[in-house]
């Protein structure tokens, strides 16, 4: 329901604020009774209320019996006068009765507040009632179960675009082909141009990140190549150290852990040098001829002959 100008590249809160005002304020009702006018009137003006909290945080209370529930407050009324669902995924396994019946159908304040009381308590039943809720948010930490995200991927329709709630954090989700996926918001991923997407798939945090088009992708740090060209200078920086590590091995030596700078630079001097002057210099920098059946060492690699008027220190 937004439009924005196809050249805008960068959008402010405030702006952004007011585009949403605006959407809020034509969703009232056709129907001219006083009633519904006066409730549409009240929510409107809770829902000002906590639209500038919507850069900041907001306050939502989830429950634990499905991945629609959640206690309801003004923070609530933005995504029902908006129809944008709000979702999380920390549900109780129904197969587990203890748990089930130690959480029952409370709100997180909630069962906080039981666990303080039952353990408390002087009744033995309700001792272990408090144990078996305690040990259960402990357990669900990450605000995530298996049980949840079977739930949380029926319950999502095909191609819509939700909100999803875990851990005091909001992510746009979105079910693509079956499958549920988060948009990359984090600052670590702001020149990955290659990243927008990351899969929900895992309650471990094993995920995957795809582009727009929901093409599996490569963040940094993970395996395969990034979505990024590298650098060639650090391309060929690597393809140097790795050189020098086969060299070492052919050798028989250990293979130096990390070369550093003035090291490497006195290795590639001096195989440069071994090109130009094929006649053996005395020097306890001279490396060992090739093995037999091996090839060459300067076989082994393609290099750009480098200018004879400058010298690498």
Not at 21 to 46: K, V, Y
Not at 64 to 90: A, M, R
Not at 165 to 176: A, D, E, G, L, Y
Request: net charge negative; glycine share 6%.
């Amino acid at each position: 329901q937004v439009k924005l100008p196809p050249q805008k590249e960068v959008i402010t809160a405030e702006e952004l604020m007011a585009h949403l005002g605006n959407c809020i304020l034509a969703t009232q009702p056709r129907d001219t009774s006083e009633g519904l006018q006066l409730n549409f009137q009240q929510n409107i003006s809770d829902t000002m209320t906590v639209l500038p909290k919507l850069s900041t945080g907001l306050d939502v209370n989830v429950r634990f019996t499905g991945v629609s529930d959640f206690e309801y407050t003004p923070e609530c009324i933005v995504f029902d006068l908006l129809n944008i669902p709000l979702y999380h995924g920390w549900l109780v396994d129904p197969q587990s009765q203890e748990q089930v019946q130690a959480v029952g159908k409370l709100s997180y304040n909630q069962l906080v507040e039981k666990i303080i009381t039952c353990k408390q308590a002087s009744d033995s039943s309700l001792v272990s009632e408090g144990l078996v809720a305690e040990q259960f948010l402990e357990s669900t930490a990450s605000q995530l179960t298996f049980h949840g995200l079977c739930e949380l991927t029926a319950r999502a329709r095909e191609g819509e675009l939700g909100v999803f709630f875990r851990n005091n954090h909001f992510s746009t989700m979105i079910k693509h082909k079956g499958h549920l996926y988060l948009l990359v918001t984090d600052q670590g991923f702001l020149q990955e141009e290659g990243v927008v997407w990351e899969s929900l798939h895992s309650v471990d945090g094993d995920s995957c990140f795809c582009d727009t088009e929901f093409h599996l992708s490569h963040a940094p740090g993970k395996a395969g190549a990034t979505a990024a060209p590298p650098d060639h200078r650090l391309q060929q920086s690597q393809v140097d150290q790795d050189y020098m590590v086969a060299l070492s091995l052919q050798q028989g030596q250990d293979p130096p852990s990390v070369l550093s700078d003035l090291e490497l630079a006195r290795q590639l001097q001096h195989e440069e040098y071994q090109q130009h002057h094929p006649h053996p210099q005395p020097g306890p920098s001279q490396p060992l001829p090739a093995q037999a059946g091996g090839r060459a060492a300067g076989e082994r690699r393609q290099r750009q002959k480098p200018d004879l008027d400058c010298t690498l220190l």
